[in-house]
């Protein structure tokens, strides 16, 4: 049975700026606490649990990967939910399965708890981790979705560099039971407080129009069954759609390398491990928040192409002086440090291409049904995709290969996205409805 939406008006929906902003601002708080805790806090932990479970690291981080896989085989079913559910309540509830099974975590004595945590949090993460962002963002913008979803996933970037630096000194002053603990009340809490007073799953729910919906000829609130759009079984019989998961494949096998940016430093660069640390960090930090907030903008203004050509040639460009960085220069580490900045850029494009692709050729009527299965294959490959670069690299002894792939994977990611691009604009919503596209 389908949840009741929630009607009463927060008390900021009265304020002079539009209601969505308000949304974009609680969405990247939940990004900042609970990706940044639940999914990048994860490998923090993985050397302290091996230690005292008395396991090798590998047998202990093969958690996650199941962690990932569970994800991948929820994103449907999670997308399926959120069309037929109000998102607010739906989330409310799985932040306390997620909270319980991430406590679970610092309670465990042997691996067999271990890895039931971590197919709860996939469970959980099926419905935070890809799919929460452009579902809100996509519900509440008829307009300047791609600045507004670049803002929102900024809380991604930020808050696993954040929570992460903050995990490692609570492990280091306090253990890591109490870190998890700890970690675990800071993700509960925001994520409640933010849901309960800010969060409305659609602007209906406080009779309010989506932001830019009035400037596009949009007078009333639409009924769901009367958005423009395609229905899933109509996406699942237009071809382009598979195209556009092919394009989410390639790029995410390019993105994935990044996995292996601390290795890289060490091993290729002669960084020492803080070092490393260090300049795989400016991939969050640095590239990761500028570059949504850049091409989220260039994607608004110039279209996807644009902002995807922008980023993932900055993206190459880094992995370029990754190949040709001359050891023993004295400047490694600031290369390292730029070249791990500059990669960030590439890693934001799964964040915003793919949901503003999808959304321009299938519209908003089930739009979260249809990228749900779209944004399946993120954890998949990104999985799949770690270990192939990891087994390269240990293998030859250097990055050499590795970056080659990432670099071809991208530039093919380019050619895709045009194509895709290409046909969204000569089968826009509006094409496919006969409706304005709100």
Known sequence: MALKPCTRKPALANAKFHYAWIIVISVFLILFCCL????????????????????????????????????????PFAGRIYQKNDVRKTVMILAIIQFCAWQLIGTIHSLAPYYVANVILGACGGFLGFLLAPTLINAWFAANMGTALGIAVCGTSIGSGVMQSLAGALIMKC?????????????????????????????ADIGMLAY??????????????????????????????YLIIVYVIILILAISFTAQLPTWGQLCAGL??????????????????????????????????????????????????????IDNSGTQFVLACVACALIGFLCTMIDM??????????????????????????????????????????????????????????????????????????????????????
């Open 36 to 75: 940044g805790i639940y999914s990048n806090c994860l490998a923090v932990f993985l050397v302290s649990i091996s230690t005292e479970l008395g396991v090798p690291v590998p047998i202990v981080a093969y958690a996650i990967s199941l962690n990932y896989v569970v994800i991948f085989i929820m994103s």
């Open 175 to 203: 253990g890591w039971r109490v870190a998890n603990l700890v970690l675990g009340i800071i993700a509960f809490v925001v994520l409640e407080v933010i849901l309960f007073f800010l969060i409305r799953s659609r602007p």
């Open 212 to 241: 830019g919906a009035d400037k596009q000829g949009q007078t009333e609130v639409v009924a769901q069954e009367d958005l423009p759009g395609k229905t899933f079984k109509e996406a699942l019989h237009t071809p382009i759609y």
């Open 272 to 325: 020492n491990v803080a070092q490393a640390g260090v300049a795989s960090g400016f991939n969050w930090w640095c590239g990761g928040t500028l570059g949504n907030l850049i091409t989220g903008a260039i994607n608004d203004r110039k279209g996807v192409a644009a902002g995807v050509t922008v980023s993932v040639v900055i993206g190459i460009i880094g992995m370029l002086i990754m190949l040709f960085m």
């Open 353 to 438: 291409a793919a949901p503003i692709l999808t959304r321009t050729i299938f519209g908003i009527k089930e739009y979260t049904s249809i990228y749900s299965v779209v944004c399946m294959f993120i954890p998949l490959i990104s999985a799949l995709g770690m270990a192939m670069y990891s087994t390269l690299i240990a293998k030859a002894g250097n990055a050499n290969t590795a970056l080659t792939i990432a670099i071809i994977a991208a530039i093919v990611s380019i050619v895709i996205c045009f194509i895709c691009n290409g046909y969204a604009k000569k089968h826009a919503v509006e094409d496919v409805t006969g409706t304005m596209h709100t």
